[in-house]
């Protein structure tokens, strides 16, 4: 098994091992076969997600169906392979002046290269030196990495790209990936089907379809679970307190997968879905997707990108306002990078799956302290299975968030850094679904709430409830809130978390499910490194 966790990376704060066959080392006698137990080590195990006897992750559903999902898919090939190291074929250097032309020029010779067989054209590498770039820089075609020589701050041996000027306004210094928006929507003609089954719950990977003839394993297909007034009605409308409800249309729940197997009319896909499909509250159905426009197997790599502003960092946002756009990819990366002065993001994804993010650092936003910027690590609509892994955020309204409502699913945050806090990381607007931050940490920060696992009310336009079946999972948020409420129809859940956890959020809503707060020894310590380990078993 090739894969981005070993078993022994899976260590408590003490620095035992707790995965698979290593739980005997903590007092978890496999030869008893009882369900592990952990009292004598000081570790404890959630009710909604523990290990049995098999040593084998267990989760158990409430008396709604509500369960914690397996947030294991994310990243890039669902983190079953290392982010590769592809060949360099070719070193730039810095010119005088601005850069863009000379940059997208060596780009685009690397993107008409034959790709080789596992699909990569080869590396760009910028040689260490400052590169004024005035414009934005394009990798669009699959196969091509930009790599850059370090992301530190000395020119002579790090690649530093200084953003200049404002044209267009609000622009994306890199786009990595496509350049067209389709929504998902193109369907392969005669391919469309309903979803039979009553009830397919969170987590599930199999259901019933009409009539699957026109289906075949390795199918990329688009699920809809349409946005009903039935279904509009089961959830409160939204929960948009005094702004106007959501209506019919505006959010359906949208997942891209694809097919693992078909057996009659039984259709498996590759990654659970993340939210209940109830047939009585909607007519859900699915669909070979054409994939058009799509970029794949490509990536970004050790630069710093340090946007050019004048004046207050908490005026001036007449600048380059994203770092790098993840957009319209599948399999794609960005690592071991430093994004200065961004307004809005220094990554953000949107139609993008199996994204890794890792290594990263988002800082010293230099905009206006307000709605819709300082949004760190973003993920936007349509970003399924984006695994954020070790990235620091400074300075943040929304450090570690999913803005993407509900066509935004699968998303992790692990062990992700919040330091100087001006809002909280969270499930943003109308019903993402799917979210966890694992062993999350904010440091210094300057409000009082810092994770919102919860409702939105009538902030923003009316984003009601952020977020389902998310989950918060050993935390630290200081002396600040996590907050996590429940919504209708689903859960949300703060699991070994420390702080102020509560139900008790800017808008009245039912707690969400609280467990081990501010108690020490939670194990596993982390849920997604846990959860992938169990599926490679």
């Not at 799509?294 to 001036?316: K, Y």
């Amino acid at each position: 098994m090739t894969n981005v966790f070993s078993r022994r990376s899976l260590l408590g704060a003490g620095g035992a091992v707790v995965g698979g066959a290593a739980l005997g080392s903590l007092g978890m006698s496999q030869a008893s076969g009882a369900t592990p137990q952990a009292s004598t080590t000081g570790l404890w195990q959630s009710e909604r997600v523990r290990y049995d006897a098999k040593y084998r992750l267990v989760y158990t559903a409430d008396a709604e169906g509500n369960r914690i999902p397996d947030f294991s898919y994310a990243g890039y090939k669902y983190g079953d392979s290392p982010i590769p190291h592809v060949r360099t074929v070719k070193t730039v250097k810095p010119i005088e002046g601005d850069n863009t032309a000379h940059l997208q020029a060596a780009i685009d010779e690397v993107a008409g290269r034959t790709p080789d067989h596992a699909g990569f054209r080869g590396a760009l590498l910028l040689a260490p030196g400052n590169y004024s770039v005035a414009g934005t820089l394009r990798v669009n075609q699959s196969g091509v990495v930009l790599r850059g020589s370090g992301d530190g701050a000395d020119p002579e041996r790090h690649t530093i790209i200084q953003a200049t000027g404002n044209t267009p306004v609000s622009r994306d210094v890199i786009v990595l990936g496509g350049g067209t928006s389709t929504s998902w929507r193109g369907q392969v003609p005669g391919t469309r089907t309903d979803i039979t089954s009553d009830w397919v719950q969170v987590g599930s990977r199999s259901f019933e379809v009409a009539d699957a003839s026109a289906l075949k394993k390795g199918d990329n297909i688009i699920l809809i679970h349409p946005c009903t007034e039935a279904w509009l009605t089961a959830v409160d409308h939204g929960g948009t307190a005094t702004d106007a409800g959501w209506t019919v249309d505006s959010q359906p729940i949208t997942y891209n997968r694809y097919i693992h197997s078909i057996r009659g009319n039984t259709v498996t896909v590759d990654v659970p879905l993340f939210e209940h499909l109830r047939r009585d509250l909607a007519q859900s159905y699915l669909y070979v997707w054409d994939r058009a426009g799509l970029v794949t197997g490509v990536g970004v790599e050790s630069l710093r990108i340090d946007i050019q502003f004048a004046g207050d960092p908490d005026v001036d946002e007449a600048h380059a306002w994203v770092g790098v756009k993840v957009r319209q990819v599948e399999d794609a990366w960005v690592r071991d990078s430093t994004f200065l002065h961004f307004a809005k993001a220094g990554v953000e994804t949107t139609e993008a799956t199996r994204v890794t993010v890792r290594n990263c650092r988002a800082l010293d936003p230099a905009s206006v302290v307000t709605g819709g910027l300082r949004y760190n690590f973003n993920c936007e609509s349509f970003s399924q299975q984006v695994l954020f892994v070790d990235c620091h955020a400074t300075k943040a309204r929304h450090a570690f968030i999913s803005n993407g409502a509900s066509s935004a699913s699968g998303i992790v945050f692990l062990r992700g850094t919040s330091e100087g806090a001006l809002a909280s990381s969270e499930g943003h607007r109308r019903w993402s679904q799917g979210l966890l931050w694992d062993n999350h940490r904010d440091v210094a920060p300057q409000v009082d709430l810092t994770l919102g696992i919860y409702n939105r009310g009538d902030y923003g336009t009316g984003h009601g409830w952020a977020t389902s079946h998310s989950v918060g999972w050993n935390c630290d948020t200081g002396t600040a809130k996590l907050v996590v409420q429940k919504p209708p129809t689903a859960q949300n859940y703060a699991i070994g978390c420390r702080g102020v956890v509560t139900g008790d959020g800017p808008f009245s809503q039912p707690a969400g499910y609280i467990e081990g707060a501010n108690r020490p020894g939670l194990f596993p310590p982390s849920l997604y490194q846990a959860q992938y380990l169990d599926r490679h078993r």
